[in-house]
């Protein structure tokens, strides 16, 4: 495995390379539910290039930016036994260079869940992964279902911008006792670990009421904000229910929708959703 900071050694790199070309960006720490996004494009791809930068246009002026887990040995070394050929692996200077001035902007999908409560957030985001796309040049791109808003605008921004990359979306990587795997999940304390499972948990129960037939929204909200607040510690941000497409609000489940979670335990906001089809 080669690790590569210089940008143009990377488009060098890529350049060299033949066959399909897997990406999987991330902002390191990893775990399992990167691995496996790693795993699946070791799978199905000749090629695996995974990106490790926390990207500071994402993060509010209150956000944990300065205290984000970092760690690049340990991530280096899950990522070789992964199957990963090349880590990208730049500095913040080499991606935003001093008179850096042009920015992605999203139009609408950021109007509810995530980007109601993180003005600018989408906007760092589509931007640094549009970036990271033109210097990889992936056939194939992996995201994580955890992130459901992010994976949708990307979606939609690859096929706005006509980029020839095939999207994948992977389901959620689940710990035993059902959290969903967050490089975030290391803030808990362990009372407010025990409690997060109320997130899994309420999605658990929407699943149930669902398959039986209920279509309402706001019965199928009612039913996991009833189940999150039966822990103290739980302090819901959002419990929406939205249509996969638009990312809009929905009073009735017609299509395929997704009920998305946001909800804080102490200083940590933990993210976790399902999609309704």
């Known amino acids: 495995m080669h690790v590569i900071s210089s940008i143009s050694d990377m488009i060098l790199a890529r350049s060299r390379l033949k066959g399909t070309v897997g990406f999987v960006p991330t902002m390191g720490y990893l775990h399992e539910g990167h691995l496996s996004l790693m795993d699946k494009a070791r799978q199905q791809t000749d090629n695996v290039i995974a990106s490790i930068f926390v990207n500071p246009t994402q993060f509010g002026p209150e956000e944990d930016l300065d205290s984000y887990p970092r760690d690049f040995e340990r991530d280096e070394k899950l990522a070789e036994e992964a199957g990963v050929d090349f880590i990208f692996y730049p500095d913040e200077q ?10 992605v902007v999203p139009d609408g999908l950021d109007s509810h869940l995530c ?21 990889i040049r992936p056939t194939d791109s992996y995201f994580g279902q955890k992130d459901i808003q992010q994976a949708r605008i990307l979606e939609q921004m690859t096929a ?3 980029l020839p990359i095939r999207m994948h979306i992977e389901p959620i990587v689940r710990e035993k006792d059902g ?29 149930s009421h669902f398959k039986d037939g209920e279509r309402e929204a706001a019965v199928l909200l009612t039913k996991a904000e009833k189940e999150i607040q039966k822990q103290p510690l739980a302090i819901i941000d959002y419990v929406e229910l939205v249509d996969y497409l638009t990312l809009a ?22 993210i976790d959703n399902t999609i309704l089809e």
Do not use: W
């Open 94 to 103: 080499a991606m935003y260079p001093n008179g850096y001035a042009s920015y």
């Open 115 to 135: 980007g109601a409560k993180r003005p600018g957030h989408f906007r760092g985001v589509m931007t640094i992964v549009l970036k990271l796309f033109n210097i």
């Open 160 to 162: 706005d911008f006509h």
């Open 179 to 207: 959290l969903a795997m967050s490089s975030r999940n290391v803030y808990l304390s362990p009372d407010e670990r025990e409690a997060a499972v109320c997130l899994s948990r309420a999605i658990r129960l929407v699943e």
């Open 249 to 270: 609000p929905l009073k009735n489940v017609t299509d395929r929708a997704i009920l998305a979670l946001a909800v804080y335990f102490g200083q940590t906001r933990l």
